[in-house]
């Protein structure tokens, strides 16, 4: 048998070629890729203003690390967590503190840091031992918790969810501890879109601190929501600085913040509860600069981006196109409870569609998936971590970019794919 040649394409180059022939050669790669429009599981914004990309282009080679250099780049991040610190209405406006990240992920862990060293200092003031930390979530929290306590060396105490958009509360309660550094709650849940019960999580933590003389304050991931909950203002209940134990939020920029793939924000309730150790100061540029951060360099251009985005839509732009998604995603539901093959398992609140097939023998789910992914559909199928049964869903986000047209075509081509493979079966 012939030998097969290596594949050259994974040895660093001999030599170069022109600018024009590399171009040709990854986008005709590319070209194999999924659309990114039609990719309807992501959360991510995959379109902004030929202006934002302007700015972004313009900003490309600008290192956002380097304060001294690009001082007004630094004032508009500044302003940034500012402004966001309002529209998540912190208390104390005159200690502000938070900051731009790669994501939600790298933001979780900072602001679970933050809360570890609180703990820790609190119990070595009061001579109490420090060996345990421990963290309570739910077990459909996003992955970065998890990662978070290995990485941190912080017992996870995942508290499973035994029914869809149901937060634990009362187990959570129960497992929380002298050692606990902090309780987990999810504005809008990447699997179901549900939001957890944090104001009742927040004034039962109130009455278990008073009790124990503990000092537990809670962490609200609003990766999705952060940039929806305040312009829809939900009256029911309360999730944000409003409530007096959570000390810090995360949000993903490029997510419903409207900017592309690598920015999350993280803000805190006080300055107070950043502990100062973890703030380093170097001397490696022009000026000493102080960061927060788990890595060093970064590019500015998302930071200017997210500026553009707020000053672009401003409040009643980012509602005008929350609510114009959320109509969309209304649609979506309406024509596929009439349907009658689908069910709706969302809480109905976000632009974020989550089903399940109505009789989960008729039609294999992964089957469904390849062939929507055959008219171009990418749809997520997943299971969600619990005791959940059945456990299979699909899930659609619905972007700005979304329109009424394309969720009717999206529509008519979940029910005909799901018709004709039932018929198959039949
Ligand atoms: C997306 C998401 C994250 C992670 O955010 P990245 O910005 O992708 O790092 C964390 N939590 C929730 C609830 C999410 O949906």
Redesign the pocket.
């Given at each position: 048998m012939k030998k097969k040649s290596p594949d050259l394409s994974y040895k660093f180059p001999k030599k170069g070629k022109q600018a024009i022939k590399v171009y040709n050669k990854i986008c005709s790669e590319l070209n194999m890729d999924g659309n990114v429009h039609l990719d309807l599981g992501s959360?991510s914004t995959t379109r902004m203003n030929p202006y934002a990309d302007k700015l972004i282009i313009e900003q490309l080679g600008k290192n956002f690390i380097d304060y001294g250099e690009y001082g007004q780049t630094k004032k508009i991040h500044d302003r940034i967590i500012a402004l966001l610190s309002g529209l998540l209405n912190v208390p104390n406006r005159k200690s502000i503190n938070g900051t731009a990240t790669l994501?939600?992920?790298?933001a979780?862990h900072l602001a679970l840091l933050s809360h570890k060293w609180y703990w820790k200092k609190r119990r070595q003031s009061l001579s109490l031992n420090t060996a345990k930390p421990n963290i309570v979530y739910s077990s459909n929290a996003?992955v970065?918790w998890d990662t978070f306590a290995l990485y941190f060396d912080v017992e996870p105490r995942k508290i499973l969810v035994s029914s869809l958009n149901t937060y634990p509360l009362e187990e959570i309660l129960k497992n929380i501890d002298e050692n606990t550094i902090c309780v987990g709650a999810?504005a809008?849940?990447?699997y179901t879109g549900s939001i957890d019960l944090i104001e009742e999580l927040n004034n039962k933590i109130v009455e278990i601190n008073s009790k124990n003389n503990w000092d537990i304050g809670i962490h609200v991931?609003a990766?999705?929501s952060g940039f929806i909950l305040p312009f829809l203002k939900l009256k029911e209940s309360k999730w944000d600085f409003r409530l007096s134990l959570v000390r810090s939020i995360n949000l993903?920029g490029?997510?419903f913040g409207l900017v592309y793939p690598g920015i999350?924000w993280l803000i805190f309730r006080d300055g107070f509860f950043l502990s100062k150790e973890l703030i380093f100061s170097s001397h490696y540029l022009e000026k000493p600069i102080e960061t927060y951060t788990l890595n060093y360099s970064k590019g500015a251009s998302m930071i200017l981006a997210q500026y553009f985005s707020i000053l672009q839509h401003g409040i009643s732009g980012y509602k005008k196109i929350i609510k114009k998604c959320c109509k969309t995603a209304e649609i979506i539901r309406k024509r596929l409870k009439q349907s009658d093959y689908f069910e709706i398992v969302d809480e109905g609140i976000l632009p974020v569609v989550v089903f399940k097939l109505k009789t989960a023998d008729a039609v294999d789910l992964d089957e469904f998936q390849l062939h929507l992914k055959a008219k171009n559909w990418m749809l997520p199928v997943y299971d969600i971590p619990g005791n959940l049964d059945p456990n299979r869903f699909m899930r659609i986000v619905i972007k700005e970019n979304f329109n009424p047209a394309m969720a009717s075509q999206l529509c008519d081509d979940l029910i005909s794919v799901y018709q004709k493979l039932n018929n198959y079966r039949l």
């Amino acid at each position: 048998m012939k030998k097969k040649s290596p594949d050259l394409s994974y040895k660093f180059p001999k030599k170069g070629k022109q600018a024009i022939k590399v171009y040709n050669k990854i986008c005709s790669e590319l070209n194999m890729d999924g659309n990114v429009h039609l990719d309807l599981g992501s959360f991510s914004t995959t379109r902004m203003n030929p202006y934002a990309d302007k700015l972004i282009i313009e900003q490309l080679g600008k290192n956002f690390i380097d304060y001294g250099e690009y001082g007004q780049t630094k004032k508009i991040h500044d302003r940034i967590i500012a402004l966001l610190s309002g529209l998540l209405n912190v208390p104390n406006r005159k200690s502000i503190n938070g900051t731009a990240t790669l994501g939600s992920s790298e933001a979780i862990h900072l602001a679970l840091l933050s809360h570890k060293w609180y703990w820790k200092k609190r119990r070595q003031s009061l001579s109490l031992n420090t060996a345990k930390p421990n963290i309570v979530y739910s077990s459909n929290a996003h992955v970065c918790w998890d990662t978070f306590a290995l990485y941190f060396d912080v017992e996870p105490r995942k508290i499973l969810v035994s029914s869809l958009n149901t937060y634990p509360l009362e187990e959570i309660l129960k497992n929380i501890d002298e050692n606990t550094i902090c309780v987990g709650a999810v504005a809008g849940n990447t699997y179901t879109g549900s939001i957890d019960l944090i104001e009742e999580l927040n004034n039962k933590i109130v009455e278990i601190n008073s009790k124990n003389n503990w000092d537990i304050g809670i962490h609200v991931d609003a990766a999705i929501s952060g940039f929806i909950l305040p312009f829809l203002k939900l009256k029911e209940s309360k999730w944000d600085f409003r409530l007096s134990l959570v000390r810090s939020i995360n949000l993903s920029g490029h997510k419903f913040g409207l900017v592309y793939p690598g920015i999350g924000w993280l803000i805190f309730r006080d300055g107070f509860f950043l502990s100062k150790e973890l703030i380093f100061s170097s001397h490696y540029l022009e000026k000493p600069i102080e960061t927060y951060t788990l890595n060093y360099s970064k590019g500015a251009s998302m930071i200017l981006a997210q500026y553009f985005s707020i000053l672009q839509h401003g409040i009643s732009g980012y509602k005008k196109i929350i609510k114009k998604c959320c109509k969309t995603a209304e649609i979506i539901r309406k024509r596929l409870k009439q349907s009658d093959y689908f069910e709706i398992v969302d809480e109905g609140i976000l632009p974020v569609v989550v089903f399940k097939l109505k009789t989960a023998d008729a039609v294999d789910l992964d089957e469904f998936q390849l062939h929507l992914k055959a008219k171009n559909w990418m749809l997520p199928v997943y299971d969600i971590p619990g005791n959940l049964d059945p456990n299979r869903f699909m899930r659609i986000v619905i972007k700005e970019n979304f329109n009424p047209a394309m969720a009717s075509q999206l529509c008519d081509d979940l029910i005909s794919v799901y018709q004709k493979l039932n018929n198959y079966r039949l």
